[in-house]
T-cell receptor, first 115, second 114 residues
């Protein structure tokens, strides 16, 4: 158990809908990263927050957004869902954003199915 | 420049054998190279990691070999066991930048036959 929790575990929804994925980082970790895992794209970095502020963006669609709250949990919002958004979404956390604290610990993921 | 190339895509090894997975990168700014292990239905789990100032790191049956001049690194699993059957991902990040985001390889599906 990495100490990172994600809810829900599974999510099934229809095209055009909006969903919210939730992540709680390990105790003491200030940085949260979101990754998408799909068969055709592999594991791809989406976005990172550090202590409530956006730190880096990767291959994240404009229909997707995220935020990190004062208690450090993070939410990834996916809107106007398309079939191609079906994937596993992972959250990872680390102590810091950069510098010496490199280790990232991944949660169990949320499997999103868009029908 | 931001890619990490991983091979092979899949690997079958007999129990007790050595599993070897290779990765290559282009961006010389990468300074942290972890390997993750992922079982079906689970999140990636950090296995072992190396910085470019060392050429080898060993933890139990797992060893990373790093060749800075060739921009390549590899994972060796000694005495491979059926329980090692999983997907392995190499990754890289730039620790000195504003973010430690990970760039992942495409993964290697390892099957260890009993």
């Amino acid at each position: 158990d990495s100490g990172v929790t994600q809810t829900p575990k599974h999510l099934i929804t229809a095209t055009g809908q909006r969903v919210t994925l939730r992540c709680s980082p390990r105790s003491g970790d200030l940085s949260v990263y979101w990754y998408q895992q799909s068969l055709d794209q592999g594991l791809q970095f989406l976005i990172q927050y550090y202590n409530g502020e956006e730190r880096a963006k990767g291959n994240i669609l404009e229909r997707f957004s995220a935020q990190q709250f004062p208690d450090l949990h993070s939410e990834l919002n996916l809107s106007s869902l398309e079939l191609g958004d079906s994937a596993l979404y992972f959250c990872a956390s680390s102590v810091a954003s950069s510098g010496g604290a490199y280790e990232q610990f991944f949660g169990p993921g949320t499997r999103l199915t868009v029908l | 420049q931001q890619q990490v190339k991983q091979s092979p895509q899949s690997l079958i090894v007999q129990k007790g054998g050595i599993s070897i997975i290779n990765c290559a990168y282009e961006n010389t700014a990468f300074d942290y190279f972890p390997w993750y292990q992922q079982f079906p239905g689970k999140g990636p789990a950090l296995l072992i990691a190396i910085r470019p100032d060392v050429s080898e790191k060993k933890e139990g049956r797992f060893t990373i070999s790093f060749n800075k001049s060739a921009k390549q690194f590899s994972l060796h699993i000694m005495d491979s066991q059926p329980g090692d059957s999983a997907t392995y991902f190499c990754a890289a990040s730039i620790g000195g930048g504003a973010t430690n985001k990970l760039i992942f390889g495409t993964g290697t599906l390892l099957a260890v036959q009993p």
